[in-house]
């Protein structure tokens, strides 16, 4: 049985395909390229380019990456395989917008918690991240400050690391992620509660995140943002 969210002192929050729709951001980027080359695309079939290149031993560090990226999936999208645009969709990272949930549900759980953004993307495209979701943070790690991503799990101990210097364990942390291969899976072996935002639920696949080998059964589920803050707060009101 999960433990009550009250007995949590902090909430450690995957930002990219969490809080961030990354994966509108890069479908709708390509839908304008296409647009200006007189093409049309599937989003869902570009996705899954996407993944399969995003996750080939020669990638990059997000959103960066995304310029390597376009280049590979671009020929077969009969898309203009010229650097510009791979320029463009890795600077439309920068305009890419928060789940319609995420501001509101983070500004609800920043009254009870002490949050925390984990994410693999590098510091430049956090700090646009951050404005769309309305700065609640405490602290944020990026792959620039871990020098890893996740689901190493060095990325991990940096929080830990940073937990432990205010007194507190990561059993005091609630980590709360869609994506099963960076985070779900990773963090039960680490010992960590948390709390799957199934953010596809309604939708077939895996997208643009790279599919587990095998799924792992979290100790939350929910399928938005705004149904983990109305949770957490009725479970606050019947303590009172």
């Known amino acids: 049985m999960a433990r009550g969210f009250s007995e949590f002192k902090y909430m450690t929050f995957d930002v990219v395909g969490t809080l961030i729709d990354f994966e509108g951001g890069i479908t709708t980027c390509l839908a304008g390229i296409a647009g200006d080359a007189g093409v049309s695309i599937d989003g869902e079939a570009a996705l899954a380019l996407y993944r399969q290149a995003r996750y ?51 500004a609800e759980l920043a009254k009870s918690h002490k949050l925390v953004a984990m994410t693999n993307a590098r510091r430049w495209a956090l700090n646009h991240f951050e404005q769309q979701l309305g700065s609640p943070f405490i602290a944020t790690f990026t792959a620039d400050d871990t020098g890893t991503e996740k689901p190493d799990p060095a990325f991990f101990q940096k929080v830990f690391d940073f937990v432990a210097s205010r007194g507190d364990s990561k059993d005091d942390i609630l980590h709360v992620a869609q994506s099963q291969y960076h985070d779900i899976g990773i ?16 939708q077939k696949g895996y997208g643009g995140t790279i599919e587990p080998e095998r799924f792992t059964a979290p100790d939350y589920h929910f399928t938005s943002m705004a149904a983990l803050a109305a949770a957490v707060r009725e479970s606050l009101k019947e303590r009172t």
Do not use: Q
Not at 82 to 87: A, D, H, N
């Open 187 to 202: 963090s039960r072996t680490l010992g960590l509660t948390n709390c799957w935002i199934e953010r596809r639920h309604a």
């Open 56 to 106: 080939m031993p020669d990638a990059g560090l997000f959103p960066d990456d995304l310029l390597r990226v376009y280049m590979v999936i671009a020929p077969r999208l009969g898309l203009p395989a010229e650097e510009k645009y791979g320029v463009r969709l890795r600077d439309s990272a920068s305009t890419w917008e928060g789940f319609p949930d995420s501001a509101a549900a983070l």
